[in-house]
């Protein structure tokens, strides 16, 4: 794969565009999202890009589908109390951006009018 082929995640897990990285293990990265939705906005995003979207990762992978929902259930215990929101995006056309799959985890008071 080339570098201009390798998503925006790949190359932050791999330490080449900087993000405020909050957990990590070999096989997914979390880390805060730029542009926050919430008072609490992390991505949650296995290392492989070889899904594109949740469908394909559940189809897949579902063992990693599960650790990213398990991941968020602790990280939500971590940084907002508990109670949560995980959205995927699926598709151009409901908002996805970045076609290497992950979890956006939303927590606190939403802002009026996001991702509803
Ligand atoms: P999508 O719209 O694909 O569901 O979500 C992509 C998310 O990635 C957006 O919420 C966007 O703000 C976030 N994002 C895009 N580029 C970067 C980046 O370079 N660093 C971080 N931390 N987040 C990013």
């Known amino acids: 794969m080339t570098d201009a082929e390798r998503s925006i995640f790949?190359?932050?897990?791999?330490?080449?565009?900087p993000a405020d990285i909050v957990h990590e293990t070999d096989s997914l990265i979390?880390?805060?999202?730029i542009a926050p939705q919430a008072p609490v906005h992390l991505l949650i995003v296995p290392k492989t890009?070889?899904?594109?979207?949740?469908?394909?990762l559940a189809e897949g992978d579902p063992a990693l589908l599960a650790d990213i929902v398990s991941t968020a259930g602790r990280l939500?215990?971590?940084?907002t109390g508990g109670q949560f929101r995980l959205v995927f995006n699926t598709g151009a056309e409901a908002?996805?951006?970045v076609f290497h799959v992950h979890?956006?985890?939303?927590?606190?008071?939403?802002?009026?009018?996001?991702?509803?």
């Open 10 to 17: 790949t190359r932050i897990a791999d330490r080449e565009i």
């Open 30 to 33: 979390a880390f805060r999202d």
């Open 76 to 79: 939500a215990h971590e940084h």
């Open 95 to 97: 908002g996805q951006t």
């Open 103 to 116: 979890a956006h985890l939303l927590g606190g008071r939403l802002e009026e009018g996001t991702l509803a």
């Open 49 to 56: 890009e070889r899904y594109a979207n949740v469908v394909e």
